[in-house]
Every structure is written in C-alpha cells, then in structure tokens.
C-alpha cells in the first residue's frame, strides 16, 4: 500500500511510499491532531465529484489522482487514490495546509475510527 496512516492523540501521520512520493510531492504529512476536524468513509465517485483542478502531482482520470487538487467547494485537497470502491477522508481545519486528505488505505472505516479515537485522546496505529 501506497500510504500508512498513524493517528496518536498528538499528530496524524500519513507515510507516503514508493513512486506515489515523488508523484504526490510528499513522502509523509504530518497533521497536529488539533486541526484534525474529523475522519469518515464515502464512495470514491462521491469524494472525485468535488475536484475541479490538479495543482501538482499525478492525475490519470479513471486510474490514480495523487497530489494536490482543488476542489469545487473544499479548496485545498491531498489525495492518494487509485482504483478504490470507498476513501477515507479526513477533514482538516482552515489553518492547515490543506482543507482535505482523500486517501486510499486499506480498511477506511477502522482507519477512520482510529483517527476519531486518536481525536478523543485514545491512542491507536493503523
């Protein structure tokens, strides 16, 4: 997998591997938990509905979209999504870098609980 997600009760971490460092300009995102707004699952045809432009990174349509987009109404995007049935989307607060993280793991929904649990002060890694 293209990214590992570390939620602790201080930092949200996104390790970004392999190729998708150099197309997603990254190699880890390192989120304080104070602008971690929430995390929850949603279809991949919803979360790509609200793109409007790639800012930098890879943007294949129907393929992989890895890099940084705007959005129609969330500005400031991350995403790291190939060909996934559902996302994990962690909404970040305006004084981050970015509005959103869109991101392809494994198990979206135990990652998201992990994040939310990590945002109430109960430490977990997935």
Do not use: C, N
Not at 47 to 57: D, H, N
């Amino acid at each position: 997998m293209g990214v590992q997600v570390v939620a602790t009760g201080e930092v949200l971490d996104v390790f970004v591997s392999g190729m998708d460092r150099i197309w997603g300009l990254r190699s880890r995102l390192e989120i304080p938990m104070s602008r971690v707004d929430g995390a929850r699952v949603a279809p991949a045809a919803e979360a790509k509905a609200e793109l409007s432009i790639r800012t930098g990174g890879l943007g294949v349509p129907g393929l992989a979209l890895v890099g940084h987009f705007r959005g129609r109404t969330v500005k400031k995007q991350w995403w790291r999504v190939y060909r996934a049935e559902a996302v994990l989307i962690v909404e970040l607060s305006a004084d981050s870098q970015f509005d959103r993280l869109v991101l392809q793991v494994d198990e979206p929904a135990a990652v998201a609980a992990a994040i939310e649990a990590a945002r109430s002060g109960r430490d977990r890694t997935v």
